[in-house]
Each structure stands twice: as structure tokens, then as C-alpha cells.
């Protein structure tokens, strides 16, 4: 009898070690093979700890924003423009490391699963953890398709600032003051989305013809996988 609670509970010593250590080993393998900031770390520690290793670049999922871009396109007048749009002379198509390479770690950092799409985000806020403006860089399978641009807590001398700095930018005179969302495209179909409302100023960016960002918004917009977005945290980690 004392021999079988020996065995017992040597079991179940090993089977708890086995249960904590594991998970460790695996995320430490994880980490020296494809670093901690990749989706497969990331992604691993959330379905392990049920949170996020890092503070969140955003508060909802990444598909709402490429909605909304798609919606603003669908809906605004576009304002042609000669000169090249481009976010933080990051051309899209650019990989995910390439960005990293460029401007190093980000102080907040999502991923986020949906079907066979892997997303990430990285936030870069300038000036200061704290500050008021910051770049958003979205990569859909490791390549980038669309950048923010934000500046919050604005008054209203900053926010004609920096509409008449864009303005001046890419020519455009014609503007009526009441429209506080415009598109800007230029001739390789690159899009800026201008929206404007009270002390924030969101500029968006992506490009039309990007096979990826069209395949994703179209199948999302699909009412069924709408409401499949609502269970998106729950495939984290099913990769």
C-alpha cells in the first residue's frame, strides 16, 4: 500500500512539474528561435497565460480598421494627387522584420489570429510612452499593408496645423471646411484617409491594389464571418 501512494504521488509530482515546466521550455524555444516579438511567441504566451506579453497596440481587432478604411473609400469623393503617398517612407509589401530593423522594438504590440490570416501590429508613439502622437504599422502574414497615423488631444491651432501642412502637401485647394474625412490617392492607387473629429486627427494609409488587404476586407465583410470576428481571441494561439 505505502508503494502504490509512493507511485501515486511520484505521478502526480511529475505530472504538475511536467504541467509548469513545459509551457516555460516551450515558450523559451519559441523565443531562441524566432525571437519575442514574433506571432509565434506571441501567440503561444497568450493561449499559455491568457494575456498579451507585451501592452496592446489596439483596443479592438485589426479587421475594424481595414473596414473602415474600405468604408471611407467606398463612400468619400477622392482627391487625385501627383505627389507619392506613402507612410513613414515605408513602401507596403515591406516585411515585417525589415520594419523592425528599421526603427527596433515597439512599446506596444498586438497579434491576433483569424483564420488563416496572422496580424500584427506595431506601435510606435513618438515623443514619449505618454505622448499624444504615434505610427501605426499593420502587416497581414508578415507584410505590411496599412499605417496610422494619430495625433490625440489636440487644440485647434495644432489641428489647422497639421491639416494645412497635408493640405499643402499634396495640392489640394479645393476643400470644403465642413469635410472633416476626405480621400487623397495618387497615381499608384496609395490612399490617405483624412478624419478629422473635435481634438483628433487619424490619417490612414494603405494601397488599393494590394491583393491581401482586398482578399481580407472582402472575406470579413461577409455577415457570417462578421460575427465570427467576435470570437477572434479565441483562436489565439491555434497556430
Same mark, same amino acid.
Request: charged residues 20%.
Given at each position: 500500500m505505502a508503494t502504490y501512494l509512493k507511485i501515486v504521488f511520484a505521478?502526480?509530482?511529475?505530472?504538475?512539474?511536467?504541467?509548469?515546466?513545459?509551457?516555460?521550455?516551450?515558450?523559451?524555444?519559441?523565443?531562441?528561435?524566432?525571437?519575442?516579438?514574433? *506571432?509565434q511567441y506571441v501567440l503561444a504566451y497568450n493561449r499559455i497565460h491568457k494575456r498579451n506579453p507585451f =501592452?496592446?497596440?489596439?483596443?479592438?481587432?485589426?479587421?475594424?480598421?481595414?473596414?473602415?478604411?474600405?468604408? =471611407?473609400?467606398?463612400?468619400?469623393?477622392?482627391?487625385?494627387?501627383?505627389?507619392?503617398?506613402?507612410?513613414?517612407?515605408t513602401p507596403f509589401g515591406t516585411s515585417r522584420k525589415e520594419v523592425s530593423a528599421q526603427r527596433g522594438d515597439p512599446k506596444f504590440y498586438t497579434v491576433q489570429k483569424f483564420n488563416n490570416y496572422i496580424f500584427v501590429v506595431?506601435?510606435? *508613439?513618438?515623443?514619449?510612452?505618454?505622448?499624444?502622437?504615434s505610427k501605426s504599422f499593420f502587416f497581414i502574414n508578415d507584410r505590411f499593408v496599412y499605417g496610422e497615423l494619430v495625433y490625440t488631444c489636440l487644440d485647434k491651432e495644432q489641428s489647422d496645423s497639421i491639416t494645412k501642412s497635408l493640405l499643402t502637401r499634396y495640392?489640394?485647394?479645393?476643400?470644403?471646411n465642413d469635410e472633416y474625412i476626405f480621400n487623397v490617392k495618387d497615381t499608384n492607387n496609395n490612399l490617405l484617409v483624412y478624419?478629422?473629429?473635435?481634438?483628433?486627427?487619424?490619417?490612414?494609409? =494603405?494601397?488599393?491594389?494590394? *491583393?491581401?488587404?482586398?482578399?481580407?476586407?472582402?472575406?470579413?465583410? =461577409? *455577415?457570417?464571418?462578421h460575427h465570427e470576428r467576435k470570437n477572434i481571441e479565441v483562436v489565439l494561439g491555434e497556430i
Open positions: 505521478a502526480f509530482v511529475i505530472i504538475y512539474v511536467g504541467i509548469k515546466i513545459v509551457p516555460f521550455v516551450h515558450l523559451k524555444i519559441l523565443s531562441l528561435f524566432y525571437g519575442i516579438y514574433s *506571432p =501592452s496592446e497596440a489596439i483596443k479592438d481587432d485589426a479587421i475594424s480598421h481595414f473596414l473602415s478604411l474600405k468604408e =471611407s473609400y467606398q463612400t468619400k469623393a477622392h482627391i487625385e494627387t501627383t505627389q507619392e503617398i506613402i507612410f513613414d517612407h506595431k506601435r510606435y *508613439p513618438i515623443g514619449g510612452k505618454d505622448s499624444h502622437y495640392n489640394i485647394t479645393h476643400l470644403k478624419d478629422f473629429s473635435g481634438q483628433k486627427i487619424i490619417l490612414r494609409y =494603405s494601397c488599393l491594389n494590394n *491583393p491581401l488587404l482586398k482578399e481580407v476586407t472582402q472575406y470579413a465583410a =461577409s *455577415p457570417f464571418q
